[in-house]
């Protein structure tokens, strides 16, 4: 037996894996993975994987990257942990001093949760107990995008609006107002991205218009819908948004756990339109890939409406065990030590442009839908009919066939249903993106080629976050 399936058959037995439906390993075998160095990931019978999407969108320096190494294997042998109330300790404070100066100017606090999901459940409780603490009780709904997700967690779901996670805990969710997405997938012919944008705006000026003596907030993933299929739009969107959210007295909150550090093109994607949001949601590649950990980073006035004598029992009671935990705040660190050390944005950008020309071809395969890239992030979708860009049924699992395809070529390719992405790390080389290309553009023309017959019962929606 290889060593790949005992230790498969021995997971199988005892563990519980997420957005999985675990009978599908009956049939696709687990791939259980020995080591990870730079790009590569290498199972337990030597072969190797290109890991395409970062390890789930957060490793962005490649793996066991010595530098990030190193400066957790220092701060284990000072402090693994300690409480974050009423204790303090150095990495989290240098830590927060860098962050609240490499983000839009006005962003001067950051409280601190273990992971995304968490992250959003603080910006968005914080966003309503400061109306709470304004004498403004009656805001306390929440405003977001169709198509939209924001974690898995059940106030995070409730501003998510991909029904594969949200369609069955319905009767938990809070009631949210949910807007049109300026995706431009579906514009019109000859219609540029930000006209679409610009034209999709109109339907959140009338909501906030109507509600905003409702609203707390609005919460959007800014440039990039990543669960939702890794659709697209013009920052002129986040531009508008921000003038309406002022007039209309309501919080903006960024959701760039997925696109922040890099992603987009710029170190944090609301700097494509200049503005600022009152709540900016970092998680991810916030740690290089290593540690859990996240920050919302918010202003002076939100900050303000908390600071009062314990006895007006204002104070922001949210906590999570590990906050602030040392290792993740090194592991940030020695990742912030690297943008800032390596040129890093400018890096990409030509990373990106050979993206763009190794993927330029597939534009014309008769079943691709799109080719459409921001940044560092870029997505090809494959769709049944080309001229109505008609999706395929999402029970084909179309995507499957090229997650398939692309393991036995030696790539960690994992579609969004019909959807094939590259997020890779930036550490990753002109040479590799054309091989992953390659292996896309096989595994493409393989999904594509013939029926598939449709034998998996029911489900919810087209965008998977599980392969296929």
């Known amino acids: 037996m290889s060593l790949n399936r005992e230790w498969m058959q021995r997971d199988l037995a005892v563990l519980w894996h997420p957005c999985t439906q675990?009978?599908?390993?009956?049939?696709?075998?687990l791939v259980p993975i020995r080591r990870g160095e730079g790009v590569w990931l290498e199972d337990f019978d030597g072969k190797r994987y290109l890991d395409a999407v970062s390890s789930w969108w957060v490793n962005v320096f490649g793996h066991a990257n010595p530098r990030i190494n190193?400066?957790?294997?220092?701060?284990?042998?000072?402090?693994?942990?300690?409480?974050?109330?009423?204790?303090?300790?150095?990495?989290?404070?240098?830590?927060?001093?860098?962050?609240?100066?490499?983000?839009?100017?006005?962003?001067?606090?950051?409280?601190?949760?273990?992971?995304?999901?968490?992250?959003?459940?603080?910006?968005?409780?914080?966003s309503f107990h400061y109306w709470l603490n304004r004498g403004q009780p009656q805001k306390k709904r929440f405003v977001t995008l169709t198509n939209s997700y924001h974690g898995e967690t059940v106030a995070a779901m409730s501003v998510g609006d991909v029904a594969l996670f949200t369609e069955t805990y319905r009767a938990l969710l809070l009631d949210t107002l949910k807007v049109p997405s300026?995706?431009?997938?579906?514009?019109?012919?000859?219609?540029?991205?930000?006209?679409?944008?610009?034209?999709?705006?109109?339907?959140?000026?009338?909501?906030?218009?109507?509600?905003?003596?409702?609203?707390?907030?609005?919460?959007?993933?800014?440039?990039?819908?990543g669960a939702g299929g890794m659709r697209m739009y013009h920052p002129i969107y986040l531009k508008l948004l921000r003038e309406a959210c002022d007039r209309y007295g309501v919080h903006l909150i960024h959701d760039e756990i997925a696109v922040g550090f890099g992603r987009t093109g710029t170190l944090f994607a609301c700097e494509q339109a200049g503005i600022r949001p009152?709540?900016?949601?970092?998680?991810?590649?916030?740690?290089?890939?290593?540690?859990?950990?996240?920050?919302c980073l918010t202003t002076e006035d939100v900050y303000q409406a908390f600071y009062d004598d314990y006895s007006t029992l204002r104070a922001f009671l949210h906590s999570h065990s590990y906050t602030g935990n040392p290792l993740a705040c090194a592991a940030a660190l020695a990742t912030l030590d690297i943008f800032e050390q390596d040129r890093v944005i400018e890096r990409n950008r030509a990373l990106a442009e050979r993206m763009a020309s190794a993927t330029a071809h597939l534009a014309d395969h008769p079943q691709v839908g799109e080719v459409r890239q921001t940044g560092m992030a870029l997505a090809i979708e494959m769709v049944a009919d080309k001229?109505?860009?008609?999706?395929?049924?999402?029970?084909?699992?179309?995507?499957?066939?090229?997650?398939?395809?692309?393991?036995?070529?030696?790539?960690?390719?994992r579609p969004l249903g019909s959807v094939v992405y590259f997020l890779p790390p930036y550490v990753i080389t002109p040479e590799q993106i054309d091989f992953l290309a390659e292996v896309a553009t096989e595994g493409i023309d393989l999904a594509t080629r013939e029926a598939i017959s449709i034998s998996v019962p029911g489900g919810l929606h087209p965008n998977h976050r599980d392969p296929g």
């Open 387 to 413: 001229a109505s860009k008609a999706a395929y049924p999402w029970q084909e699992r179309r995507g499957l066939k090229v997650y398939q395809h692309a393991l036995t070529r030696g790539a960690l390719l």
């Open 182 to 225: 300026p995706d431009c997938f579906l514009r019109p012919e000859g219609t540029s991205w930000e006209a679409h944008s610009r034209a999709m705006f109109a339907h959140m000026e009338q909501a906030l218009a109507e509600h905003h003596r409702e609203i707390a907030a609005v919460i959007v993933e800014p440039l990039i819908q």
């Open 278 to 295: 009152d709540f900016l949601c970092l998680s991810k590649a916030l740690t290089g890939g290593y540690l859990p950990l996240a920050a």
């Open 22 to 29: 675990m009978k599908d390993h009956e049939q696709l075998p």
């Open 70 to 126: 190193q400066r957790i294997k220092d701060q284990l042998d000072q402090l693994e942990h300690v409480i974050l109330a009423g204790f303090t300790h150095q990495p989290v404070i240098e830590l927060s001093e860098r962050l609240v100066a490499m983000t839009p100017a006005g962003l001067d606090h950051v409280f601190y949760a273990d992971n995304g999901s968490s992250c959003i459940e603080v910006a968005l409780k914080m």
